[in-house]
């Protein structure tokens, strides 16, 4: 995922930049694409429909 404040290229997992720290913006369209039997984006292990898609 590129950081808007830099232009540096990082993990999609990361929550921060690696080259300067600022904040990266989640992509909310990826998260419509996850179907209720993925894992969970968090990272739990759990299933999506078992964790954050729970409600949904």
Do not use: T, V
């Amino acid at each position: 995922m590129k950081c808007k404040k830099c232009g540096f290229e990082n993990p999609e997992e990361a929550k921060f930049c690696a080259n300067c720290g600022g904040e990266i913006e989640q992509d909310w369209i990826s998260r419509a694409m996850i179907s209720r039997n993925d894992p969970c984006p968090c990272g739990s292990g759990r299933k999506y429909k078992n964790c954050h898609g729970r409600g949904l």
